[in-house]
């Protein structure tokens, strides 16, 4: 089944412990994102990669770190998470930038830093 | 940095009636997508528009990219239950590479 996957799907951490929320795809995409969706904020792009080693920044890409080692993995790295970053984060892909093309979204990871 | 904004950030409808949300960008877009997001789900696509003044239509829903593509809107007739979510537009800007998520328009259908 077509899909990305993102893991752990629910966290709570503490102020200044590193984590890393993984994500999958299985499609072949060349695009992945990452999103952090806030009330009434819609969702705001944190990094996207375009390809393998490629990444960049988005609207709100402070205190996040992203890699792209191979094609269908894109982690989002939290150095040392703060209380403002507690947000709900998406990964998506799409096949080439979604300016071209649909993007498809994984379940989502509820994160609260505490 | 380009902004999108939706109005209203809420709707409450009866069952049968219909909803409108705009879409708004500070920047020109190339092109605009549509999603919507049940509770407690993902964003869904649901349509892409590319051509000024375009119009498309699904059943019930019915989209419009505005002249100028700085703005968009959704549109659907005779709400269901199965129409409760959050609504929201999309589209490339910054560098090309990037894209921008509006605020998004929550429906509720109330039976």
């Known amino acids: 089944e077509a899909q990305v996957t993102q893991n752990p799907r629910y966290l709570i951490t503490v102020t200044g412990k590193k984590l890393t929320v993984t994500c999958s795809q299985n499609m072949n995409h060349e695009y992945m994102s990452w999103y952090r969706q806030d009330p009434g904020l819609g969702l705001r792009q944190i990094y996207y990669s375009m390809n393998v080693e490629v990444t960049d920044k988005g609207d709100v890409p402070e205190g996040y770190k992203v890699s792209r080692k191979e094609k269908r993995n894109f982690p989002l790295i939290l150095e040392s998470p703060s209380p403002n970053q507690t947000s709900l984060y998406f990964c998506a892909s799409s096949p080439r930038h979604p300016y071209q093309e649909t993007q498809y979204f994984g379940p989502g990871t509820r994160l609260l830093v505490l | ?111």
């Open chain 2, 1 to 111: 940095g380009q902004q999108v904004m939706q109005i209203p950030q809420y709707q409450h409808v009866q069952e049968g009636e219909d909803f409108t949300t705009y879409c708004n960008s500070s920047t020109t877009l190339s092109n605009i997508q549509w999603y919507k997001q049940r509770p407690g789900g993902h964003p869904v696509f649901l349509i892409q528009l590319v051509k000024s003044g375009e119009v498309k239509k699904q059943k019930r829903l019915t989209f419009q990219f505005g002249e100028a593509k700085k703005n968009s809107s959704l549109h659907i007739t005779a709400t269901q239950t199965t129409d409760v979510g959050t609504y929201f537009c999309a589209g490339p800007g910054g560098t090309g590479n990037q894209f921008y998520f509006g605020t998004g328009t929550s429906l509720t259908v109330i039976p």
